[in-house]
């Protein structure tokens, strides 16, 4: 179901055609010097058709790398990839490329600028951290700006410039973001959305009162996907988040497991906006050679505000649904204190399965001063083999028959002064002692599997909680609360392969819950050629 490969780059939508270029290495599963850009197309998303790579290591400004970019349509729908070359000295510096032909809707060839390179790192910016361009987005006054991620010793910043013609480029004075201790500010994105809480997308250059702005960037000391939502000020070229979480501790993450340098783009077909990840390997880099291959792009999501106007809302898009095949139900089912499910009748190794929980009073719940844990600590050490009140429940992805393998993806109610919070993880670390037997994703002890989680608030007056799991093999993201919450999960399991594998409902809490509705339908192969 996904893409294997590396880091996705510039995807778009062009005359009826989805694209997607991404960072690739075609001499080994390992990043290398001769990197590439990878060029694959669709026409819904879902089955793809590899083209030849449109950019190849060949002169002075990038012979040592075609790294990561962007894609911007300028009007007249012509297509620009800006991308980060490294050249001759191992500086990074960025580029232009154009389509050879602009009426082949498969754009498989490209021209690149002989005015390159249009940036070369400004005064006090580390000359191997000044990468990854934004698409760019046009003002009121008719100039381009975008946005470089870069960094001075250990702080990162998203440098703003702006352009009347898209080739000439002038640094602005202050960045448009900047903080300390992050490291490079790798793969920003910057974006409207609606504060209507409407899942339509908004194109990139829109700036009116109807939208707020996401700024999203990779912290590369943090390996996760931050992100602001705030007021753009274009007159002033200032953004103001409504909350810093560097300073507050609000922290907004994309996705709180294996998923990094992602990139959204504006689909104007469907009027929305896609965001794509990548999620690198957990097993070794032998395994990698072995396979051939190393890194998958996640399913495509759609994102948009919630109604809240606090955070962003992510969803796999509605195109994955055509891979679902034979489905099964469960509706109505109490599930006692230490009790399990199997979810029957599907190939549980590529599986799409939603479940919504009605939950007991949550007066009930247990303590727990939010202040003084982490939910990575409430994840992974003994919290998660005791068992709880409300909770842990959940599903038991990629498990064996005897569930010697499995990996769970589990909700954890808790009381706090004033409001009721909720503990979701994704943990093939171990699992609750539901036997004697000490439980992993897999057997293997050369893996890493570190556990997931976060913990958010719930509405008392709402009695029920939903998740909804893609796995695929390797690969689980989960999406709790409708999409508020993700967690992405590499899994190598060595019992629970294909056929073999089993998909469990399970409840560990003292106080039952009650599996509402449950829906799982085995998936069908996407195509490749």
Same mark, same amino acid.
């Given at each position: 179901m996904?893409?294997?490969?590396?880091?996705?780059?510039?995807?778009?939508?062009?005359?009826?055609?989805?694209?997607?270029?991404?960072?690739?290495?075609?001499?080994?599963?390992?990043?290398?010097?001769?990197?590439?850009?990878?060029?694959?197309?669709?026409?819904?998303?879902?089955?793809?058709?590899?083209?030849?790579?449109?950019?190849e290591?060949?002169?002075?400004?990038?012979?040592?790398?075609?790294?990561?970019?962007?894609?911007?349509?300028?009007?007249g729908?012509?297509?620009?990839?800006?991308?980060?070359?490294?050249?001759?000295? #191992? =500086?990074?510096?960025?580029?232009?490329?154009?389509? /050879?032909? %602009?009426?082949?809707? @498969? $754009?498989?060839?490209?021209?690149?600028?002989?005015?390159?390179?249009?940036?070369?790192p400004?005064?006090?910016i580390?000359?191997e951290?000044f990468?990854?361009?934004?698409?760019?987005?046009?003002?009121g006054?008719g100039?381009?700006?975008?946005?470089?991620?870069?960094?001075?010793?250990?702080?990162g910043?998203?440098?703003?410039?702006?352009?009347?013609?898209?080739?000439?480029?002038?640094?602005?004075?202050?960045?448009?973001?900047?903080?300390d201790?992050?490291?490079?500010f790798e793969?920003?994105?910057?974006?409207?959305?609606?504060?209507?809480g409407?899942?339509?997308?908004?194109?990139?250059?829109?700036q009116n009162?109807?939208? #707020? =702005?996401?700024?999203?960037?990779?912290?590369?000391? /943090?390996? %996760?996907?931050?992100? @602001? $939502?705030?007021e753009?000020?274009?007159d002033?070229?200032?953004?103001?988040?409504?909350?810093?979480?560097?300073?507050?501790?609000?922290?907004?993450?994309?996705?709180?497991?294996?998923?990094?340098?992602s990139?959204?783009?504006?689909?104007?077909?469907?009027?929305?906006?896609?965001?794509?990840?990548?999620?690198?390997?957990?097993?070794?880099?032998q395994?990698d050679?072995?396979?051939?291959?190393?890194?998958l792009?996640?399913?495509?999501?759609?994102?948009?505000?919630?109604?809240?106007?606090?955070?962003?809302?992510?969803?796999?898009?509605?195109?994955?649904?055509?891979?679902?095949?034979?489905?099964?139900?469960?509706?109505?089912? #109490?599930?006692i204190?230490?009790?399990?499910?199997?979810?029957?009748?599907?190939?549980a190794?590529?599986?799409?399965?939603?479940?919504?929980f009605?939950?007991?009073?949550?007066?009930?719940a247990?303590?727990?001063?939010?202040?003084?844990?982490?939910?990575?600590?409430?994840?992974?050490?003994?919290y998660?083999?005791?068992?709880?009140?409300?909770?842990?429940?959940?599903l038991?992805?990629?498990?064996?028959?005897?569930q010697?393998?499995?990996?769970?993806?589990?909700f954890?109610?808790?009381?706090?002064?004033n409001?009721?919070?909720?503990?979701?993880?994704?943990?093939?670390?171990?699992?609750?002692?539901?036997?004697?037997?000490?439980?992993?994703?897999?057997?293997r002890?050369?893996?890493?599997?570190?556990?997931?989680?976060t913990i958010f608030?719930?509405?008392?007056?709402?009695?029920?909680?939903?998740l909804?799991?893609?796995?695929?093999?390797?690969?689980?993201?989960?999406?709790g609360?409708?999409?508020?919450?993700?967690?992405?999960?590499?899994?190598?399991?060595?019992?629970?392969?294909?056929?073999?594998?089993?998909?469990?409902?399970?409840?560990?809490?003292?106080?039952?819950?009650?599996?509402?509705?449950?829906?799982?339908?085995?998936?069908?192969?996407?195509?490749?050629?």
């Amino acid at each position: 179901m996904e893409i294997a490969d590396l880091i996705v780059t510039g995807p778009m939508y062009y005359k009826g055609v989805y694209h997607f270029f991404y960072q690739h290495n075609p001499y080994a599963p390992t990043f290398g010097r001769h990197m590439v850009w990878g060029h694959s197309v669709s026409y819904d998303l879902i089955n793809w058709i590899h083209l030849n790579h449109i950019l190849e290591p060949s002169e002075s400004y990038d012979i040592n790398g075609c790294y990561s970019g962007s894609i911007t349509t300028l009007p007249g729908e012509k297509p620009v990839i800006m991308y980060t070359g490294s050249d001759t000295n #191992k =500086h990074q510096i960025q580029n232009l490329a154009m389509p /050879k032909n %602009l009426s082949d809707p @498969f $754009l498989r060839e490209w021209v690149k600028d002989p005015q390159n390179p249009i940036m070369i790192p400004p005064s006090g910016i580390d000359v191997e951290g000044f990468r990854d361009p934004t698409t760019a987005w046009q003002g009121g006054d008719g100039k381009w700006r975008v946005i470089i991620g870069a960094k001075t010793g250990d702080d990162g910043k998203a440098l703003l410039y702006h352009s009347d013609d898209f080739v000439n480029w002038k640094l602005h004075p202050n960045p448009l973001y900047a903080s300390d201790n992050t490291g490079m500010f790798e793969c920003p994105d910057f974006f409207p959305v609606h504060i209507s809480g409407s899942k339509s997308g908004v194109d990139t250059s829109i700036q009116n009162s109807s939208v #707020k =702005h996401v700024l999203k960037m990779s912290y590369q000391n /943090k390996q %996760l996907e931050y992100y @602001f $939502l705030g007021e753009y000020f274009p007159d002033q070229e200032k953004f103001i988040p409504d909350a810093d979480w560097a300073r507050t501790g609000l922290d907004l993450i994309l996705d709180h497991g294996m998923f990094y340098a992602s990139k959204s783009f504006f689909d104007n077909a469907k009027k929305r906006r896609i965001l794509w990840g990548w999620s690198k390997e957990c097993d070794t880099t032998q395994d990698d050679y072995e396979k051939g291959w190393a890194g998958l792009q996640s399913i495509p999501r759609q994102v948009w505000l919630d109604k809240s106007g606090k955070w962003l809302m992510q969803w796999p898009i509605e195109e994955v649904e055509k891979l679902r095949d034979k489905q099964v139900s469960i509706t109505g089912e #109490k599930l006692i204190g230490g009790s399990t499910i199997e979810v029957s009748g599907i190939t549980a190794s590529q599986v799409d399965v939603e479940v919504l929980f009605e939950l007991p009073e949550l007066e009930n719940a247990e303590w727990l001063d939010e202040s003084e844990v982490d939910s990575h600590l409430l994840c992974s050490e003994e919290y998660a083999s005791r068992s709880g009140i409300i909770g842990p429940f959940g599903l038991l992805a990629l498990a064996s028959e005897d569930q010697t393998e499995h990996t769970a993806i589990f909700f954890r109610i808790y009381r706090a002064p004033n409001r009721y919070l909720c503990l979701m993880c994704s943990d093939q670390s171990r699992l609750f002692l539901l036997s004697s037997l000490f439980n992993l994703s897999s057997l293997r002890q050369d893996l890493d599997k570190t556990p997931y989680g976060t913990i958010f608030d719930i509405d008392p007056n709402v009695k029920t909680i939903s998740l909804r799991s893609l796995i695929d093999r390797s690969i689980i993201e989960s999406f709790g609360e409708k999409g508020r919450i993700c967690i992405t999960s590499r899994v190598y399991p060595s019992l629970a392969i294909d056929k073999d594998a089993h998909l469990y409902v399970f409840n560990n809490g003292s106080q039952s819950v009650v599996i509402s509705e449950l829906n799982a339908w085995s998936m069908k192969e996407a195509e490749f050629s």
